[in-house]
């Protein structure tokens, strides 16, 4: 069974640092693209970050360039969202996903597994 764990959100304040993991089982997700989403209330799902099975195609959302970084290690199946300088508008559920597919792209329809999330409170 196909299971995607999050860990690493919590309450921060404005300017700090937080670093999201996902830990992926049940399946190689070697081959496949892997993304971190968010949603805060009222608000639709985001695509935050995106990465292909290499690493060699990344996509960040406007709102978070520069300030984040994904990252993915195969060998343990797990997907890292580096996060920094947060915002409070970053305060949102983050979500790790997990495409059939080499190629991220920034449409949650498009993926096939998911976490159950883990929040991030960015306070001001």
């Known amino acids: 069974q196909v299971q995607l764990v999050e860990s690493g959100g919590g309450l921060v304040q404005a300017g700090g640092s937080l670093r999201l993991f996902c830990a992926a089982s049940g399946r190689s997700f070697s081959t496949y693209a892997m993304a971190w989403f968010r949603q805060a209330p009222g608000k639709d799902r985001e695509c935050v970050a995106a990465i292909s099975w290499t690493g060699d195609n990344i996509y960040y959302a406007d709102s978070v360039k520069g300030r984040f970084t994904i990252s993915r290690d195969n060998a343990k199946n797990t997907v890292y969202l580096q996060m920094t300088s947060l915002k409070p508008e970053d305060t949102a559920v983050y979500y790790c996903?997990?495409?059939?597919?080499?190629?991220?792209?920034?449409?949650?329809?498009?993926?096939?597994?998911w976490g159950q999330g883990t929040q991030v409170t960015v306070s001001s």
């Open positions: 996903e997990v495409r059939a597919a080499t190629i991220p792209t920034k449409h949650f329809q498009t993926y096939d597994y």
